[in-house]
Structures are given as structure tokens and as C-alpha cells.
């Protein structure tokens, strides 16, 4: 049992240490954003959870990110209604709005839903921006938060010999 939580907290300092890249890390981040403000009785959001689980970005990224971005997504509900409503009623789309409400799938998206589709509007808009940031948040802060961290017993345990070896810089 103890070896099991040993090598959890492991695999949890390795993901919060930063042991994919920091483009994985800031990917992982905006997907969640996508995923945080999308309702979760869409397809979208299962899609893009399925999107996630097939490339590489850094899971726990992603993970506390829709978590945040859920909480956050509630209190943007008024906003993104009204943003679905106006791309619902564009005229120069209403064809293409009956069209796919017409194919077999597409309905479970509910993108009829003007919460749904405001939603991942603005998800999409905000991916790449939501992305540039995390990025250069990390690349700034990642390096203070590992000296502040290697100061702690617990964290140089669960780090390992070789891993402390190559963060001081020498041989194990």
C-alpha cells in the first residue's frame, strides 16, 4: 500500500514539476478551458475530453483547468447567451443551421442551445490567447517553484537520487 501512494505522489510531482514541455503543460491548460466552458451535457465536450486523452498534452493541466474553468463557466453563462443567440440568428447561417440539426449526430452537440454554442465560441476564440499565456506563465514561474520546492525533505524523497542528480547537475 505504501509503495502504491509512493509512486502516485511520484507520478503527481512529476506532472506538477513539469516533466512534459511547457508547450504540453500550456495546451493542456487552454484544452480545459474549452472543456471547463462547455456544458457537459454536449457532445463538444466529449469531444474535445476524447481530443485530449489522444494527444500529449499534460493531463493534470487539463484536468485543473476544466475544473477551474467549470466554476468560472457558470457565472459566464449570461454572456455566452447572449453570444449564441447572435450566431443563431445570423441569416446568412440559417441554412447551415438546419442542415446539420438535419444529420444523424450532430443534434447531440446541442449546439442549438445558444449556452452551448456561445460557449464554445468563446472557448475558441480564447484557446490561443488562453495558450500564449499559460505558456509564458510557466516559463516564468516554473524555475522558482522548483528551488522553492527542493528546500523541502519531502519533495527531494519523492524526487529520487537520480532525478535530484540531474536537477543539482551532477552524476548519481
Keep these: ?7 502516485m505522489f511520484r507520478l503527481l510531482l512529476a506532472a506538477i514539476r513539469g516533466s512534459d514541455s511547457p508547450q504540453q503543460i500550456a495546451f493542456g491548460v487552454a484544452l480545459g478551458l474549452v472543456i471547463g466552458l462547455i456544458p457537459k451535457d454536449s457532445l463538444f465536450a466529449y469531444l474535445f475530453c476524447l481530443f485530449v486523452f489522444a494527444t500529449s ?3 493534470l493541466a487539463a484536468s485543473l483547468s476544466t475544473l477551474f474553468f467549470s466554476w468560472l463557466g457558470s457565472f459566464l453563462d449570461p454572456i455566452s447567451h447572449q453570444i449564441g443567440l447572435f450566431v443563431l440568428s445570423l441569416e446568412s447561417l440559417e441554412s447551415t443551421w438546419i442542415w446539420l440539426y438535419q444529420q444523424p449526430i450532430i443534434p ?3 449546439f442549438n442551445n ?4 456561445g460557449s464554445l465560441v468563446v472557448g475558441l476564440i480564447l484557446l ?3 495558450y500564449l499565456s499559460a505558456k509564458i506563465i510557466y516559463l516564468k514561474c516554473a524555475p522558482g517553484v522548483s528551488r522553492w520546492l527542493i528546500r523541502f525533505w519531502i519533495y527531494r524523497q519523492l524526487l529520487g537520487r537520480r532525478k535530484m542528480a540531474e536537477f543539482v547537475g551532477v552524476e548519481p
Design 57 to 59: 498534452v499534460n493531463l
Design 128 to 130: 490561443f490567447p488562453v
Design 1 to 7: 500500500m505504501f509503495l502504491f501512494l509512493y509512486r
Design 114 to 117: 445558444t449556452v452551448v454554442l
Design 108 to 110: 447531440w452537440t446541442r
